[in-house]
């Protein structure tokens, strides 16, 4: 068999992130539809990822966050997304590239994603972004407020996992 030069691992990764980017690009016009809510995980360690240290220290590898019922702020990019979240009845502001995302769930349709974070990634990004030219920039207009009372135990900040799409492919 010919070695893949192409990547199209790494390329499907891509295109992927971009229904998570899409998604979130919704909520940011039109705020969360009927009971639609998000679960997304990521690298706390990785390239481009804005966290305060309390919570780099408590989440050291991985953090999962629910997009709910008290958010603001959010504003996303072409290549990373930005939103204002409560822990510990803390506001944070957390900045995600979403080469750092490493899955995406939305409960109230079970639906899925789950991503491979590797060094690749990045690169295949900043190679996209350069034939695309810089991310466009526009202004948030979506805020709202979340209650965690829907977060189902498997998938608190306290425990963070990841939803594998197979989990909802039928057999």
């Known amino acids: 068999m010919a070695e893949d030069l192409m990547r199209y691992d790494l390329l499907a990764q891509h295109a992927l992130r971009g229904v ?12 969360l539809p009927g009971e639609h809510h998000f679960f997304i995980a990521f690298g706390t360690r990785e390239p481009g990822v804005e966290i ?5 220290e ?6 999962t966050i629910v997009v709910q019922h008290q958010f603001s ?3 996303v990019l072409d290549d990373r997304f930005s939103i204002q979240l409560f822990f510990d009845g803390i506001p944070e502001e957390l900045g995600i590239p979403f080469a750092a ?3 995406f769930f939305d409960p109230s349709v079970q639906f899925g994603l789950q991503f491979e974070v ?22 948030p207009e979506a805020t709202g407020d979340t209650d965690d009372s829907n977060t189902p135990p498997d998938a608190s900040n306290d425990d963070s996992k990841v939803v594998s799409l197979d989990t909802f492919r039928k057999k």
């Open 20 to 31: 998570v980017r899409l998604a979130l690009k919704r909520v940011e016009r039109e705020g």
């Open 52 to 56: 305060s240290d309390r919570l780099r």
């Open 58 to 63: 408590k989440y050291k590898e991985e953090m």
């Open 73 to 75: 702020g959010l504003r």
């Open 101 to 103: 995302v490493k899955g």
């Open 118 to 139: 590797a060094e690749n990634d990045s690169a295949l990004t900043a190679s996209n972004e350069s034939e695309a030219g810089p991310p466009k920039e526009e202004a």
